[in-house]
């Protein structure tokens, strides 16, 4: 793990409300029709991939999935989101984790990550969450990243963005693109971010 990466979500999440961030969602539509639309049973396993204190395991949970991970480098931001739910914490496994550093201890049927691979931007680090993926998803992926047309950084670090076919070629050694689009995100303070979400299934 790198200390300055994780000391940087760190402070972020003790100093900023989800209302300061650029990321948050009050209804990831787009996350959970391609989740929806896996057609997985509600006990399959899922993992949100920097989930930090997202509202998506919230309608998760109200949609009656029951095997829910949540995994994110913040530790703040995970307690953000236990306070939040409540006893529903309780239904759900979280992991403090850089995923760079996240060691699987089962496969699961569907990864979702709209938050952590558009911040991977060496090939070593590319190939490692490549690596991870192909190892430990048996079926579904879902992917949320920075098109060609959103920003260049984020929370003040760099990015990778990627078009359709990018992130298509990037994964198509164990997986292909069932479903994709582009959407502009809507920040909590009125200002658009492009992405390029994707729906993948292993091979």
């Known amino acids: 793990m790198q200390p300055e990466k994780k000391e940087h979500w760190e402070q972020l999440y003790k100093t900023k409300t ?8 009050e209804n990831p539509k787009t996350s959970l029709d391609y989740i929806k639309a896996s057609k997985l049973p509600k006990n399959a396993p899922l993992i949100d991939i920097g989930g930090g204190d ?19 480098i913040s530790e703040q931001a995970i307690k953000r989101a236990q306070k939040r739910l409540g006893i529903a914490a309780d ?7 850089d995923i760079l550093d996240f060691k699987p201890k089962r ?40 098109s060609k047309e ?3 950084k984020c929370s003040g670090l760099p990015i990778t963005q990627y078009n359709l076919a990018e992130l298509t ?14 959407e502009d995100h809507s920040t909590p303070f009125n200002t658009l971010q492009n992405f390029q979400f994707a729906h993948l299934k292993k091979k």
């Open 18 to 25: 989800p209302d300061q961030v650029s990321w948050t969602q």
């Open 54 to 72: 997202s509202l998506l395991v919230d309608y998760l949970l109200d949609a009656g999935y029951s095997e829910i991970t949540v995994l994110d």
């Open 91 to 97: 239904k759900v496994t979280w992991i403090v984790s």
């Open 107 to 146: 496969t699961y049927d569907l990864w979702h990550d709209r938050a952590t691979f558009h911040f991977l931007t060496t090939v070593t680090e590319i190939e490692a969450y490549k690596n991870t993926v192909t190892q430990w998803v048996d079926s579904n992926m879902v992917l949320g990243v920075f």
């Open 150 to 152: 959103g920003p260049l």
């Open 169 to 182: 070629a990037c994964f198509s050694a164990a997986f292909e693109v069932v479903h994709a689009q582009t």
